[in-house]
């Protein structure tokens, strides 16, 4: 949110300097995420004077150019060489003497300099209006009013606006502060505690009253939906003259970022902004059959918006109609083309309303109109601002574009609000906050931000919160605002922190992800964050009832929340390959989504690793070799590892959208997936290069550490052996039927099984192959012996005859 220093300090009883004020706002929780210059004219015309030009010649080597000379009330007149057409002498004129610095209203800033120009020399410029960012044209030399006396500054002559323009990070919870009053309200507040006085108040804007028009324009209003609007104020004004908005309006709205469009509009902005109350100002003209109707209209109803785009309606949008129920505006969210204020408009009938912040919201995110007025709406208002908010901007259309009021305000408020009750001790506010307030305290702060004590007594009050703060729901809330306006910063920090020990959970869960990601991230991955929310066309395969669907998805794209993991982070791949990134290793830990029955909509954690590209860089010392299974199978195994589980069984399987496809189990319970993406996929997201892809189940692996201690053994003293031994098997005997061969047999000496070397030849036998395979064992104990290790290595062959019917190569 962007509040303006000038503007805020109408409504402050002292003026603090922008700089205390950015203290105070941040110390109050409404922090100052940056505090810029403004300046209506930049560089406000610093350095530049007016000058009379008491002499005019022509330039003696050049036709275009004259000599003048330029009285600018200092002493001796300064000479200036000047192309302007229409220089002559007696005009009073802006001079830019050496050392001014001006800014064109386009192009760069200039300095003056002492210059030659043709062979003559310039102490300074003339300017054009646009020369120094007055304006735009250039057809010559700016001349004023020739009664100003030399001398006298630009500045004090076009008194440019300079103000102060900070931009505060506002929380949900402070819909309060969304105006300058708001702001005011709470600086108050905070100066009164802070200067222990009580008459510190907000200064708030007189309204005048306006002369009613000759000729009454009576304009109804009937709500048919008083859930989706509680109240509804409205005025009829006529004689109104649209026109440009004065200086001071304009310079205040373009200060915090808003662009002026006309008298009118530009008002109702300003209320918006000074009071936080929302307006719209229909043209009365437009109202047919002499009515304003509140209403829901039918699902598909064409509605022609501001912006010139037909929309079409659900059946939840809350609209502002004519008497004929023609749709004039999307209640608290846009404006219609045909109703809005024109350049001919003279009647205008003003709207000032309280809109339900549940509807807003939904309307707003349903037609992708983040207006102001929507946010507003959405975060809550305070329901007894609307009258307050409607006289000022009345009284303000009297002032500035003539406009009476032609009818009494009509105010439909069926059911008042009823005020918030809260009842908190002493005891409470202090313990939860870790700081001792007196009670006087206490009741001085919650006062001067609009609270009402109703009744107290040494150990307890119960107050009665104010509409402006709609957020106000609980005992916790009240200590938030004592300690926001006191100042967190005195809050003190004790020398002594008692706490007990607890015994956390095995295992932690935040400690597990941080390894496993500091493993991955020392290995050259990076951590990526996909959207949950994907485009449903990815999973035509599935059972679209298994789907969770947004029920108000903001783009075709974005309409389920994901099912599986490896699209989302395909996406990701195909952008960096896009901006040749080619050599990628991803990971990211998230969540799929499922639908299993109305309301039952069960979450899966994940680990997911995605590889593309080469391993290391081409360069002379080493071919590139591209990332293949095995590089991705190593990282499956090396988590493990890190984690201190046990070495995973990895089976062949069919799972869409891989190939080839594996299952990683553990202890009987699949703990992950994994294979190479399939060329029909990477196809979906115009991928030309391999993609490998593992996913691990993250709750399972939390699962399986639960049941398994781990602890840290002392690095054995006695040596390992090492034995060799060839095998002559099946083609279809995999790797694993010999690790669980060799598990078979029962000894703790047995700690490590290595493949190194697969070879195929007819020599071996139709369907034979050999591996080559490595025993690594080890005695805590002892040393081995040569007869420990042969009476291992014949227990092992043994297994390898009978179970896989291998033969030992000699």
Not at 191 to 197: A, V
Not at 325 to 354: D, H, Q, R, W
Not at 597 to 614: F, K, R
Not at 673 to 697: C, N, R, S
């Amino acid at each position: 949110m962007t509040i303006s220093y000038n503007w805020l300090c109408d409504y402050l009883p002292v003026k603090p300097t922008p700089e205390e004020l950015s203290v105070i706002l941040t110390a109050i929780g409404l922090e100052v995420e940056s505090l810029e210059r403004f300046e209506s004219v930049k560089g406000s015309l610093e350095g530049l004077v007016i000058g009379e030009v008491l002499s005019v010649e022509q330039h003696p080597n050049a036709d275009k150019l004259r000599l003048t000379k330029v009285d600018i009330g200092n002493g001796e007149p300064l000479s200036i060489v000047c192309g302007a057409p229409n220089v002559t002498t007696g005009q009073k004129v802006v001079v830019a003497p050496i050392g001014a610095t001006i800014y064109p209203s386009t192009g760069e800033p200039l300095t003056m300099k002492k210059a030659k120009i043709r062979g003559e020399e310039s102490f300074g410029m003339i300017c054009a209006e646009d020369e120094i960012g007055l304006g735009a044209s250039h057809d010559g030399i700016l001349v004023l009013d020739s009664s100003l006396k030399p001398g006298t500054t630009a500045r004090e002559l076009f008194q440019p606006v300079q103000d102060w323009v900070y931009e505060i990070g506002l929380t949900p919870n402070h819909m309060d502060a969304m105006s300058h009053m708001g702001v005011a309200r709470d600086v108050c507040a905070w100066m009164n505690n802070h200067e222990n006085t009580a008459v510190y108040q907000v200064r708030k804007p007189g309204i005048h009253a306006a002369t009613r028009a000759a000729q009454p324009l009576n304009i109804g209003v009937e709500v048919k939906n008083n859930e989706a609007c509680p109240r509804y104020c409205g005025q009829s004004i006529t004689g109104v003259k649209v026109g440009p908005s004065p200086a001071w309006i304009l310079h205040r709205l373009l200060a915090i970022g808003v662009r002026p469009i006309n008298n009118i509009v530009d008002i109702t902005n300003y209320v918006l902004h000074e009071t936080g109350q929302p307006l719209h100002a229909f043209d009365a003209d437009q109202v047919k059959g002499g009515k304003v109707v509140i209403q829901n209209l039918p699902a598909g109803t064409v509605f022609l918006s501001l912006d010139g785009k037909e929309r079409k309606l659900d059946a939840g949008d809350l609209m502002i109609c004519d008497g004929e129920n023609n749709p004039m505006c999307i209640a608290g969210v846009f404006g219609g083309l045909n109703s809005g204020v024109k350049a001919e408009t003279t009647n205008i009938f003003l709207e000032s309303a309280y809109f339900s912040a549940t509807g807003i919201r939904k309307t707003s995110v349903r037609h992708g109109l983040r207006t102001d007025a929507a946010v507003r709406f959405e975060k809550g208002l305070d329901i007894g601002l609307a009258p307050f908010a409607l006289e000022r901007a009345v009284a303000l259309i009297n002032e500035l574009a003539h406009g009476a009021p032609a009818s009494d305000i009509a105010d439909v408020y069926p059911t008042p609000a009823v005020h918030k009750h809260i009842d908190i001790t002493y005891a409470y506010i202090n313990k939860l906050s870790g700081h001792t307030y007196a009670p006087e305290k206490v009741k001085n702060i919650l006062c001067t931000l609009g609270f009402t004590v109703h009744s107290e007594n040494d150990m307890e009050l119960r107050v009665t919160a104010p509409l402006h703060k709609p957020d106000i729901n609980i005992p916790a809330d009240i200590v938030e605002e004592v300690m926001r306006i006191d100042g967190l910063d005195n809050i003190p920090i004790p020398e002594f922190v008692r706490m007990v020990p607890s015994r956390q959970a095995q295992p932690d869960k935040e400690r597990v992800k941080e390894k496993v990601a500091d493993y991955l991230a020392s290995n050259g991955f990076s951590e990526i964050f996909t959207n949950s929310i994907t485009n449903s066309q990815y999973y035509k395969h599935l059972d679209q009832d298994s789907l969770v669907t947004m029920l108000n998805s903001l783009t075709s794209d974005l309409d389920v929340m994901r099912p599986s993991m490896l699209e989302t982070g395909l996406e990701r791949i195909a952008y960096n390959l896009n901006r040749r990134n080619e050599d990628l290793l991803f990971f990211e830990f998230g969540k799929t989504y499922q639908k299993e029955a109305v309301g039952q909509y069960p979450e899966t954690a994940h680990l997911s690793l995605y590889l593309t590209g080469q391993k290391l860089p081409e360069n002379w010392m080493h071919k590139s070799q591209p990332v293949d299974f095995y590089y991705l199978k190593s990282f499956i195994g090396n988590i493990l590892q890190q984690l201190a589980l046990p070495a995973a069984q990895m089976t062949a399987s069919h799972i869409h959208g891989l190939q080839p496809a594996f299952e990683i189990a553990l202890n009987g319970k699949t703990i992950a997936v994994a294979g190479g993406v399939t060329p029909q996929k990477l196809k979906e997201f115009d991928i030309k290069q391999p993609v490998w892809f593992a996913d691990f189940y993250w709750e399972e692996i939390l699962q399986q550490l639960q049941t398994k201690d781990s602890f840290y053994e002392e690095i054995p003293r006695f040596p390992a052996v090492r034995r060799d031994l060839a095998l002559v098997l099946d083609k279809a005997v995999t790797f694993a039927a010999v690790e669980t061969a060799a598990r078979s047999v029962k000894t703790s000496l047995l700690q490590h099984i290595n493949l190194f070397d697969v070879f195929e030849s007819e020599k071996l036998g139709a369907g034979k192959k050999s591996y080559a395979v490595s025993f690594t064992f080890q005695d805590k104990q002892k040393t081995l012996t040569d007869q420990d290790t042969d009476a291992l290595m014949n227990k092992l062959v043994k297994a390898f005859e009978s179970q896989l019917q291998a033969e030992i190569r000699k």
